[in-house]
């Protein structure tokens, strides 16, 4: 059956600090590996990873995929407290599936 | 903001009885998906449709069903409520296929009584 684990479950930060939370899995016909944020409401869209050992980035925020290890990490480094949030992992898988993780909780304290 | 609209924002009803959800994904997404959220679970994936045609089921119980119109807005209909069906109700959509993310509307919460 077809999953992701995301660890760790939950993580208290101060400011300033880097933080990686991991995403591993096990699916049949993988196709790609997603992050979202979810703050209050709806997850928003942070990366696509497709391709193994390519690192993606936007701004304080980086992720990379080991196809053959089947895992991801998502790096935050100089965290702020606007990045408090649950960090979701998703992976698809043939034409129609997203089958998302149960997130990380994130608490970055000032 | 997504470009996905979902309404209500909240639903507060009694067991027993019948809701619908309606969604309109962002313009020019074919594919619509919902999702199930509830208390510190994940994204729990119910169905997709894709331009109209049902494609995917997940763990969508039989009392809920759901449709794509031909403008491409969907709708959740749940019925014979439980309480155990409060939950975020979450619609996504994408372009098509799994070649692009899944963008999210801000969710209907529903609370049953």
């Known amino acids: 059956e077809d999953k992701v684990v995301q660890s760790p479950l939950s993580l208290v930060v101060h400011e300033g600090d880097t933080v990686t939370l991991n995403c591993s899995y096990e699916v049949t016909n993988f196709r790609s590996l997603l992050w979202y944020k979810q703050e209050k409401k709806a997850p928003t869209f942070l990366f696509m990873l497709t391709s193994s050992g390519i690192e993606k980035k936007s701004g304080r925020l980086s992720s990379i995929l080991d196809k053959k290890e089947l895992f991801s990490i998502l790096n935050i480094t100089a965290t702020q407290t606007g990045d408090s949030a649950v960090y979701l992992c998703a992976f698809t898988s043939g034409t129609y599936k997203y089958i998302f993780g149960t997130g990380t909780r994130l608490k970055v304290l000032a | ?113």
Do not use: M
């Open chain 2, 1 to 113: 903001d997504s470009g996905v609209t979902q309404t209500p924002k909240h639903l507060i009803t009694a067991t027993g009885q019948r809701v619908t959800l309606r969604c309109s994904p962002r313009s020019g997404d074919l594919s619509v998906y919902w999702y199930q959220q509830s208390l510190d679970q994940g994204l729990q994936f119910l169905i997709q449709y894709y331009n109209g045609e049902e494609r995917a089921k997940g763990n969508i119980l039989e009392r809920f069903s759901a449709q794509q119109f031909p403008d491409l807005h969907s709708e959740l209909n749940l019925s014979s409520l439980e309480l155990g069906d409060s939950a975020l109700y979450f619609c996504a959509s994408s372009v098509w296929g799994t070649n692009s993310p899944l963008h999210f509307g801000n969710g209907t919460r529903l609370t049953v009584t």
